[in-house]
């Protein structure tokens, strides 16, 4: 029974062995896993910054367009608006020129 009791205690110490480094595997895996979870929350936060930063980027470049795009049309109203004053002194200017002629050459 000696070494019958020999394997037994080597068994039994080989179980506790294995049971231990089970333990420790189980805990290292949890680690791990708390560690991928606070990785992946951190890439997320990290993700919704930028995301924040592009948003408040293309609103700000879109406001920057509208502002240009509004500015344009008010010069261009005022540019036709001018046009519209030049082309109406140019006819008057013309029609008091061509009385002046008529009168000049009816002389």
């Known amino acids: 029974m000696g070494t019958s009791d020999k394997t037994i205690r080597e068994l039994d110490q080989e179980n506790r062995h294995l049971k231990e480094t089970v333990i420790s595997m189980r805990e290292k895996l949890e680690e791990i896993e708390l560690s991928r979870a606070d990785a992946v929350a951190d890439a997320v936060r990290q ?54 002629l008529e009168k000049t050459v009816s002389r």
């Open 47 to 100: 993700r919704d910054l930028e995301v924040a930063e592009l948003k408040a980027t293309v609103v700000a470049l879109r406001e920057a367009m509208e502002r240009q795009a509004a500015e344009h049309r008010d010069n261009l109203h005022k540019a036709a608006l001018a046009s519209r004053d030049e082309i109406r002194q140019l006819r008057e200017m013309i029609q008091a020129l061509r009385m002046e």
